[in-house]
């Protein structure tokens, strides 16, 4: 019983830990990720923060009074127990010199703390998917979203806005039309906002690209948000049906485009590329193939490659790609496949290639 309190007490004390954290002006994509995996450890991680979160939140304008910041003061230094709560009611009814809505505002409080002993609101959906398989979630307002392999997507919608933090992969997003509660998608480097659209979103290992299908979409690099106290190199920009964009960590990294494919093709099992660095067609089939691509000579990397394949043709194209480049293919007994330059073209200059499989 001693260890599950002691436990109890490191819970409390993380979550506020994450909390002050959170709401300063300090907090990073990467401290985001890491508070996201923190809470979705355990279902205890999710219960304490929303205490603390909620009552900052319900406060609403007497979170800015003394007696208020009192409050929230309190719960950083203790955990927020149903005896706590007891004793704040009391503080509360002996609030002095309240002002001509302190009544009001002291039956808010009670009515809050009142509902913070009842079950918390349930944490963010996380859904994911394994190598080589392919989803699609329906949400509840109606959207849809596919994620394609090895792709990780948590949900948490709100009565005013849609949130959606895609953490890696890629997903197609088909989204209901609501204009009264936005759909927001947070991404590394970026945020996505629609009211009602189609569009594909992919994840690489330095850059996110944003396709339309439908609608309109506007994205806004993480310089731009207004949480980042910065000066934006990249002002938000938006995409029609039929664009492309692509951007890092430090913003866009080329103008809007049309797209040379169609967005969200890849649901139906075949992947097309026109002009795209072979580092980034070989990590897509490396989500949908049973053993891992490895790329060992990283200058083929940005070669140039137009092509396409279906899913279970992954093989073929790998065979293929000697044909069509100075490269051995070398398939390993633990399963793994080595692409890597033929030795007697150590030296050789690859120029950009076409095919189709």
């Not at 505002?105 to 809050?112: D, E, Q, R, S, W």
């Not at 699609?136 to 959606?164: E, K, M």
């Amino acid at each position: 019983m001693k260890l599950h309190i002691e436990t109890e007490g490191r819970v409390d004390k993380a979550a506020r830990e994450w909390f002050t954290l959170l709401t300063s002006t300090a907090a990073t994509d990467t401290d985001i990720e890491a508070f996201e995996q923190w809470r979705n450890q355990a279902s205890a991680h999710a219960e304490a923060y929303q205490q603390i979160n909620q009552v900052r939140n319900e406060l609403g304008i007497l979170a800015h009074t003394p007696q208020g910041e009192a409050l929230l003061r309190s719960i950083m230094q203790e955990p927020a127990t149903p005896s706590f709560w007891s004793r704040w009611i009391m503080g509360v009814r002996g609030w002095p010199h309240l002002p001509a809505y302190g009544a009001a505002m002291a039956a808010m409080v009670l009515v809050l703390i009142g509902s913070l002993l009842q079950p918390p609101v349930p944490a963010p959906a996380v859904y994911q998917t394994t190598s080589s398989e392919v989803r699609t979630i329906a949400l509840d307002d109606g959207s849809l979203v596919t994620l394609g392999a090895q792709s990780h997507v948590a949900v948490h919608y709100t009565p005013n806005r849609r949130n959606i933090h895609l953490q890696k992969g890629q997903a197609f997003f088909n989204v209901a039309r609501n204009p009264a509660r936005p759909f927001v998608i947070k991404m590394r480097g970026a945020e996505v906002s629609v009211l009602g659209t189609k569009f594909d979103v992919h994840l690489g290992r330095t850059k996110a690209t944003i396709a339309v299908l439908e609608g309109r979409v506007r994205v806004t690099p993480q310089q731009a948000l207004p949480s980042i106290k910065t000066q934006a190199v990249s002002k938000p920009k938006v995409l029609t049906a039929g664009q492309v964009i692509s951007l890092s960590d430090k913003g866009f990294t080329a103008e809007i485009k049309k797209t040379k494919t169609i967005p969200g093709a890849w649901r139906d099992g075949r992947f097309t590329y026109v002009d795209v660095p072979l580092s980034q067609i070989i990590a897509d089939a490396g989500r949908y193939y049973k053993g891992a691509i490895i790329l060992r000579d990283k200058s083929l990397g940005t070669t140039l490659l137009t092509t396409s394949f279906d899913v279970d043709q992954i093989d073929g194209f790998l065979r293929n790609l000697q044909d069509m480049l100075p490269i051995n293919v070398t398939y390993t007994p633990s399963g793994k496949v080595l692409i890597k330059r033929a030795p007697e073209l150590e030296n050789t200059i690859i120029k950009d290639k076409r095919s189709s499989f």
